[in-house]
């Protein structure tokens, strides 16, 4: 008994340990480095922007590997009025990369108000539990299967990320690429319109 007891404290101890260091690893991010992000991304990573994706909430390990794509020249970089990805990503060491990635981990998504067609959602839930649902957990709301945050999203971003996943301009999962090239521009559509329509629940 006292045995189960030292062992269920010491497994206590651990996680509160890797909580704080977590937490440390956050605050790590200077004031500087996240409010480069803030001018394309929002405050806090929550965009106004519908061309630009919030990043609020996604988890570090996704944020870290869409920066370090860029580092490296693996993803195209998106340029518009407030900056250049590539540019700015490439201003930045590992420490800071993981730093800013774990400070937006931990901050609050805010799904998009925008419209939706209720009957092309319901076609697009389908589709979805078919063909998306074993990567992008909770109907692509979950940060946690490290696939980004699509339920909420602004449909155009979404849209164009899509267009460049066929065209080759961005990286994907090999076992998406022949799920997402067999579907048609409706079934586009209706999963697009599902993902709108996951955000208003939020």
Known sequence: MVKQIITHLA??????????????VAQAASPDIVKTCFGCHGDKGVSENKDIPSI????????EGELT????????????????????????????????????ETQHFSAGEQAFDSQKAAKGKGIFQVECEKCHSAGGS????????????????????????????RPYADQMKPKL???????????????ASEGAKK
Do not use: H
């Open 11 to 24: 497994a206590c101890f651990a996680l509160a340990a890797g909580v704080a260091v977590l937490g440390n």
């Open 56 to 63: 609020a909430g996604m988890s570090a390990f996704y944020i």
């Open 69 to 104: 794509a860029y580092q490296k020249g693996e993803r195209t970089c998106s340029k518009n009025a407030a900056g250049n990805m590539c540019e700015i990503s490439k201003k930045l060491t590992p420490d800071e990369v993981k730093a800013a990635s774990a400070y937006f």
């Open 142 to 169: 979950s940060p946690s299967d490290d696939a980004g945050i699509l339920a909420g999203q602004w449909l155009p971003y979404l849209e164009n990320t899509i267009k460049d996943f066929r065209g080759g301009k």
């Open 181 to 195: 090239e067999a579907l048609t521009p409706e079934q586009i559509d209706s999963l697009l319109n599902y993902f």
